[in-house]
């Protein structure tokens, strides 16, 4: 539930806002509700994200479950004044979300076209993670058949809600949750080590399935991302190689973090040539290369992308922040500067 007033002195008991200080006026305060994480309540950090993108000079405030109560309970005289006002809209999550598609597609087609590539031959995943299947529905219901999730058991609850759709395990992952994962996911994005292909290859076997992975690359050397590193990328390839229930489809790659998407040029260029040279060396086709979020998706598709795993411009900002746990790992849809 949210609620409007264009000048907060008049709610009782209202801490006056930083712009009300400064004395800047019409300051927009949002009450949303806020016991479980806010992204699974309704859609109202989605819509306030997108009226912050809308109108960056208005203030706005995320309150607590008690202070919507406060404002909800106070008197209309001496707390909200209505007249010459319009109720506000319903959170318009379906319509933001759907903008949110549109753009990267056409950034995307943008992008291709400066490269002489055909953007048919970009993979959009939506990254869900944090998000209530109801805002995953929205964007299927956009056009988006793949999602992305870091965490196994959060993807899992969400794989069961919602079959239609095929789902990415992005995140870095245990070696106790292959047997969890394999044959649920269409592809596998986060192989780094040679413990975890081994486990993978157990768990296919057993489950009579051949699971589709991905070679994760680390270019930043930032602990807790994963990776192999590129000089033992090969390694590591040819002994998938020798996996039969394992099937490596190309490389996987977390750009280092910045605000100018440009300066993560290099290092998508650096995956490209290292999976060029991997198909040769280890005789593989490698048709995929995933690389590319929210904030640097545009030069990653310019440096030959097929997947891009795009969370942010599609949802939203997470508002309420996620704590660590097994089978999910940081640098997806991460802190930025605006998508496209």
């Known amino acids: 539930m949210c609620a409007e007033e264009s000048d907060a002195s008049r709610v009782a008991g209202a801490r006056p806002s930083r712009a009300q200080r400064e004395g800047r006026p019409s300051v927009l305060w949002l009450a949303c509700q806020a016991v479980v994480p806010a992204a699974s309540v309704g859609h109202a950090p989605v819509w ?40 506000l809209p319903p959170p318009p999550a379906a319509t933001v979300i759907a903008a949110g598609v549109r753009e990267v597609r056409a950034a995307v087609a943008r992008a291709a076209a400066r490269v002489g590539r055909d953007p048919a031959q970009v993979r959009l995943v939506a990254v869900s993670k944090g998000f209530p299947t109801a805002a995953i529905e929205m964007a299927a219901g956009a056009g988006v058949r793949e999602f992305g999730e870091n965490r196994v058991q959060e993807a899992l609850s969400k794989r069961a809600a919602l079959p239609s759709v095929e789902w990415h395990l992005i995140g870095q992952l245990q070696r106790n949750k292959c047997r969890q994962v394999v ?46 590193t590129p000089a033992a990328a090969g390694d590591l390839l040819r002994r998938l190689r020798t996996m039969p229930h394992l099937l ?40 995929e290369l995933s690389m590319g979020m929210s904030g640097d998706y545009g030069v990653a598709v310019e440096e030959g992308a097929t997947i891009i795993r795009v969370g942010r411009a599609i949802f939203g900002e997470r508002v309420v922040a996620e704590p660590p746990a097994g089978g999910g790992g940081p640098g997806h849809d991460r802190p930025g500067p605006p998508p496209g």
């Open 248 to 287: 490596p489809l190309g490389l996987m790659a977390i750009a280092p973090l910045t605000r100018d998407p440009e300066q993560t040029r290099p290092a998508f260029a650096t995956v490209r040539v290292l999976r060029d040279r991997l198909r040769v060396q280890c005789d593989l086709p490698l048709p």
């Open 183 to 228: 044959g649920r996911f269409r592809l596998i994005h986060a192989v780094d080590r040679a413990d975890l292909a081994e486990s993978l290859e157990r768990a296919a076997d057993q489950a009579g399935v051949i699971q589709e992975v991905l070679l994760q690359v680390s270019l930043s050397g930032r602990p807790g991302q994963g990776g192999v």
């Open 48 to 87: 306030c994200a997108d009226r912050w993108r809308a109108s960056p000079g208005l203030g706005f405030h995320l309150r607590s479950d008690e202070e919507a109560r406060t404002l909800d309970n106070a008197s209309a005289p001496d707390a909200v004044s209505t007249a010459g006002t319009s109720p």
